[in-house]
């Protein structure tokens, strides 16, 4: 399963976070019996601070026709866009390609 949450907006990130602000996408899985809870990317604002990358779930796809899915994580800052790729490696998520552009 996946989570994503925030009470920052992707479409308009702000230049600057403040305490509280929040955004994240994990993945929940069951991991030998056990409920696993692994955070893919995010940020949790706890003191005053410049721009923070802001993130969604893009899409899940099959990108290299293994049977197992992808997650594509986007993100967001006040000056450039990018998206992540998220890959099950040894059960343990992983960025497998990434890319962006911005100052």
Do not use: C
Not at 14 to 24: E, M, S
């Amino acid at each position: 399963m996946l989570l994503a949450g925030g009470n920052l907006d992707p479409a308009r990130p702000p230049a600057q976070a403040k305490p509280g602000d929040y955004t994240f996408v994990a993945l929940r899985q069951v991991v030998e019996g056990e409920v696993r809870t692994t955070l893919l990317d995010g940020t949790f604002v706890t003191t005053p601070t410049m721009a923070v990358n802001v993130v969604h779930v893009s899409t899940v796809l099959d990108l290299d026709g293994d049977g197992t899915l992808e997650v594509v994580v986007g993100w967001a800052y006040y000056e450039g866009r990018g998206t992540d790729v998220h890959q099950l490696v040894g059960g343990v998520p992983r960025i497998v390609l990434a890319g962006g552009f911005g100052v």
